[in-house]
């Protein structure tokens, strides 16, 4: 890849992009990542870790996508921002695939499906993977907010969330917080904030890691 020893050496890699960029960021930062793993290939050509930085990204795997994508953030071969803002309706997609929609629809598949293999729902459930910087407008009390990497939640958690969560008209997902303008705005709102916390991926990812389940 470089005839360069040295630039070989000291290079990174980063992948960006918004919306349907930012999940083929995070597409393309997974197998990228995933190559120096696979038998036979010279680790030294990929740097690592490399980092995708998405904006305003749909979710683009299950849960499989999610253990694998964890498994390479452990081995410090990825990292991955993932920034939206709080009512972007696009993020929020797709919960399911295809596979599990079917089987909403028809029981008999749905049972089919669960003799075949335990963890269907589990594995046909789509997850975001990373670290979460969610955005919020001008005049909220929290313009950001840090998390983690989603897990699945069995059926009563998320019936007690349901319970538990009212109406919110200001939460209604609104397709213009889906442009690159509400993106810019909020942005600008929490920069010098977020500079002054001084937080870096590195530091982040330091904390992030030892939140997860060895698997």
Not at 180 to 186: K, L
Not at 195 to 203: A, G, S, V
């Amino acid at each position: 890849m470089f005839q360069d020893p040295e630039i070989k050496r000291t290079y990174k890699l980063y992948a960006t992009g918004h919306s349907l960029g930012g999940a083929l960021a995070t597409l393309f930062s997974f197998y990228v990542s995933a190559y120096s793993l696979q038998e036979g290939k010279d680790e030294s050509l990929i740097p690592a870790p490399i980092s995708c930085i998405s904006i305003a990204s749909p979710r683009v795997g299950e849960g499989s996508f999610q253990a694998s994508f964890e498994l390479l953030e452990r081995k410090r071969k990825l990292r991955h921002l993932r920034i939206y803002n709080e009512n972007d309706p696009v993020p929020m997609m797709p919960k399911t695939s295809g596979k599990m929609i079917w089987a909403m629809l028809s029981p008999i598949s749905y049972l089919a499906f669960k003799v075949i293999d335990n963890q269907f729902e589990t594995k046909e459930t789509f997850q975001h993977t990373g670290i979460n910087l969610k955005l919020r407008k001008q005049g909220e009390k929290e313009l950001f907010e840090i998390s983690y990497s989603e897990k699945l939640k069995s059926k009563e958690e998320e019936s007690a969330g349901k319970e538990k969560n009212s109406f919110d008209q200001k939460k209604v997902p609104d397709v213009v917080e889906h442009m690159g303008t509400a993106y810019c705005d909020n942005l600008r709102n929490v920069k010098n904030e977020l500079k002054n916390k001084r937080m870096k991926l590195d530091e982040l990812y330091t904390y992030h890691a030892t939140s997860m389940v060895e698997t």
